[in-house]
T-cell receptor, first 112, second 114 residues
Framework: QKEVEQNSGPLSVPEGAIASLNCTYS??????FFWYRQYSGKSPELIMS????GDKEDGRFTAQLNKASQYVSLLIRDSQPSDSATYLC????????????FGAGTRLFVKA | KAGVTQTPRYLIKTRGQQVTLSCSPI?????VSWYQQTPGQGLQFLFE???????NKGNFPGRFSGRQFSNSRSEMNVSTLELGDSALYLC?????????????FGSGTQLSVL
């Protein structure tokens, strides 16, 4: 079992729609959860962080965390073609020492 | 504030050689992490350093090693290169918070092993 799992996609949504990206993790001791966006040929950049159960909103982005289900999600409202990228879920824990583990990423295409 | 700087940007080596990659973190950041990115495997964790100490190491062979200097700059070394080591190597820096580590990535070093 991978430590952080994501559907590789691609996920295709029309412009203006809601894109829903999901992630599960295996380490119950994980403490911090992140979403990074990576455009083709570029490095990952942080877009959201969440540390406690519930929802966290930032502009068009909402991160959701459910520690009991070991599940993290990212909603992108009013999706734009510029949102087309790979979205990486990352989980940080202290099992065996601090480390941040990334999922393989979900490719998102927003069609104009 | 300058971002994370990785050098060199591109490297071409042959099997059996060794390579050293360098990373200068954002000023004030004391933690540096290294990742290997390949199309098939995504971002794989290599090491994390804080204040010159390795906090954790990923599941890579001993040919992969790293270190961090007192000025927080970090290097990673790969010895006896194999074709499968061809990848983008990304360095990320962060503040000294152990749990809330938001990572800031450099542009990476693209390593090709021939």
């Amino acid at each position: 079992q991978k430590e952080v799992e994501q559907n590789s996609g691609p996920l295709s949504v029309p412009e203006g729609a809601i894109a829903s990206l999901n992630c599960t993790y295996s380490d119950r001791g994980s403490q911090s959860f992140f979403w990074y966006r990576q455009y083709s040929g570029k490095s990952p950049e942080l877009i959201m962080s969440i540390y406690s159960n519930g929802d966290k909103e930032d502009g068009r982005f909402t991160a959701q965390l459910n520690k009991a289900s070991q599940y993290v999600s990212l909603l992108i409202r009013d999706s734009q073609p510029s949102d087309s990228a790979t979205y990486l879920c990352a989980v940080r824990g202290n099992t065996g020492g601090f480390k941040t583990i990334f999922g393989a990423g979900t490719r998102l295409f927003v069609k104009a | 504030k300058a971002g994370v700087t990785q050098t060199p940007r591109y490297l071409i080596k042959t099997r059996g050689q060794q390579v050293t990659l360098s990373c200068s973190p954002i000023s004030g950041h004391r933690s540096v992490s290294w990742y290997q990115q390949t199309p098939g495997q995504g971002l794989q964790f290599l090491f994390e350093y804080f204040s010159e100490t390795q906090r954790n190491k990923g599941n890579f062979p001993g040919r992969f090693s790293g270190r961090q200097f007192s000025n927080s700059r970090s290097e990673m070394n790969v010895s006896t290169l194999e074709l499968g080591d061809s990848a983008l190597y990304l360095c990320a820096s962060s503040t000294n918070s152990a749990t809330n580590e938001k990572l800031f990535f450099g542009s990476g070093t693209q390593l090709s092993v021939l």
